[in-house]
């Protein structure tokens, strides 16, 4: 088996259906095999009902619970039998050559772990996909300010300007709604830290293949078509408070042995208040819409 695509589906049987009648036809090119994984966690919906009666070549994982997004990647990675996995939010249309493309990548690149490709709004627009990772100096900057003010400098390599568009680069942590993985690189660094249910768990498996010596890339030659947050959409205060959690928890676990004590208090409450802050802001703005 060739490739494993896997998708973790909550509430967006639609999304859901063009995805799987997109990939039908992506991955007529892939040659050595494929397999497609849908884990759904507990839609309330029909999509695993959906799933079952009209795509009955993909393997269905049910859940019976919420189990998020960390827990339900890893069902999927354990259930997957290629040696490269491409990882998809259901809200992705995928054209044709495009997997098959994205593996030429790696194999182009002995050295890297992961190739995502550009991200388009369905009118062709690009979406920033990629970040950098949230040091105390780039974090401070975005919860600041300053990153807005001096975007071309350290403060603001968190949001940093988009790869060039013409040719393969690497990247710190690009966005796992479309993203190829080599298999034996997660199999060594291990796989979602569960830890992190539903945000940074991406972000902290991107920190841990670079700390292993891997490298991530990323191909504007290859183009997927994401519709964007659907599922995190329906509950977004929560998906606010959770983010913000995940984003302290990635610091307790890659800075806190890095920074003196005090800056690490800061960082730390400085998330904390700006979490707050937007839910505060999110709640108020769904009770007046």
Not at 190 to 197: A, I
């Amino acid at each position: 088996m060739d490739l494993s695509v896997v998708l973790v589906n909550w509430n967006t049987r639609d999304l859901l259906r063009a995805c799987l009648a997109s990939l039908r036809t992506a991955l007529a090119d892939v040659t050595g095999g494929s397999e497609v994984i849908v884990v759904d966690n507990a839609s309330t919906d029909g999509s695993a009902a959906m799933v079952a009666a009209e795509f009955p070549e993909v393997r269905l994982v049910a859940n019976q619970e919420n189990r998020n997004y960390a827990a339900g990647n890893n069902q999927g990675l354990a259930a997957a039998r290629g040696r490269w996995v491409l990882l998809l939010n259901p809200d992705t249309e995928v054209p044709r050559g495009a997997p098959g493309a994205l593996i030429q990548c790696l194999e182009e690149h002995s050295q890297a772990a992961a190739v995502a490709p550009a991200l388009t709004y369905p009118d062709g627009r690009l979406q920033e996909s990629v970040r950098g990772f949230p040091g105390p100096q780039a974090l401070l900057g975005e919860l600041t300010g300053l990153a807005r003010c001096v975007p071309h400098s350290p403060w603001g390599t968190y949001r940093a300007a988009q790869p060039p568009q013409d040719r393969v680069s690497e990247v710190d942590q690009p966005m796992t709604s479309a993203l190829l993985f080599r298999r034996s690189a997660l199999d060594q660094v291990g796989h979602f830290d569960e830890d992190f249910p539903l945000f940074f768990n991406d972000v902290d498996l991107c920190f841990r293949l670079q700390l292993a010596g891997w490298r991530i890339l990323y191909d504007p030659r290859i183009r997927v078509v994401h519709h964007g947050g659907a599922s995190t959409r329906q509950v977004r205060p929560e998906a606010i408070r959770l983010s913000h959690l995940g984003l302290q928890r990635f610091y307790a676990r890659h800075y806190r042995s890095r920074l003196a004590a005090p800056a690490y208090r800061l960082i730390q409450a400085a998330i904390a208040l700006s979490g707050w802050l937007r839910v505060l802001h999110a709640t108020l703005r769904n009770r007046t819409h």
